[in-house]
Antibody, heavy 123, light 106 residues
């Protein structure tokens, strides 16, 4: 049974970079059968997709976040990470990491999620 | 950008009722549609993918239908534990979630 656990600062100052890590246990980020994603939920609002990465380094991210998003994989630590630059209060949210199944060039929606971590952007 | 619209934003039904939750895409997305259940303080749970394929372990009272632009999540015989917000999501190319429909018990 795979487990995903988000970690990182719970408080980030405006204009700084939000950095989160997702540690995977019971599975490998190097597996060609899965891809790894980030999703967030601002307080009182719905779910918002941030982006995902495949072990090969191929990525896709939400165009609305433009060039602020960087997602990477660290196979030596069995982790993947999110960096979101130039944050504002609008980036305050619960951030989830998740795993989805990859098959035949298709990214299936994620069925395994971390518990989520609240990140607040405030001075 | 393709928008996903869920309306109503909330609904109320009695235990045992059949509930239908619609989701509409602003352009055709074939069957690249998933449904999630999200309870307060819990992790979102994938219910259905490919518009109508039930995720492993999900009760059979949940059913998804539709293709192209119009999709529906049907909950047969609503149970108290089904109280949650339900999101549709398109997952071809860029992902987009609907705004969610909150289901409550009368």
């Amino acid at each position: 049974q795979v487990q995903l656990q988000e970690s990182g600062p719970g408080l980030v100052k405006p204009s700084e970079t939000l950095s989160l890590t997702c540690t995977v246990s019971g599975g490998s980020v190097s597996s060609g059968s899965y891809y790894w994603s980030w999703i967030r939920q601002p307080p009182g609002k719905g779910l918002e997709w941030i982006g995902y990465i495949y072990y090969s380094g191929s990525t896709n991210h939400n165009p609305s976040l433009k060039s602020r998003v960087t997602i990477s994989v660290d196979t030596s630590k069995n982790q993947f990470s999110l960096k979101l630059s130039s944050v504002t209060a609008a980036d305050t949210a619960v951030y989830y990491c998740a795993r989805g199944y990859y098959y035949d060039s298709s990214y299936y929606p994620p069925g395994d999620w971390g518990q989520g971590t609240l990140v607040t952007v405030s001075s | 950008d393709i928008q996903m619209t869920q309306s109503p934003s909330s609904l109320s039904a009695s235990v045992g009722d059949t509930v239908t939750i619609p989701c509409r895409a602003s352009q055709g997305i074939s069957s690249y549609l998933a449904w999630y259940q999200h309870k307060p303080g819990k992790v979102p749970r994938l219910l259905i993918y490919a518009a109508s394929t039930l995720q492993s372990g999900v009760p059979s009272r949940f059913r998804g239908s539709g293709s192209g632009t119009d999709f529906t999540l049907t909950i047969s015989s609503l149970q108290p534990e089904d109280v949650a917000t339900y999101y549709c999501q398109k997952y071809n190319s860029a992902w987009t979630f609907g705004q969610g429909t909150k289901v409550e018990i009368k």
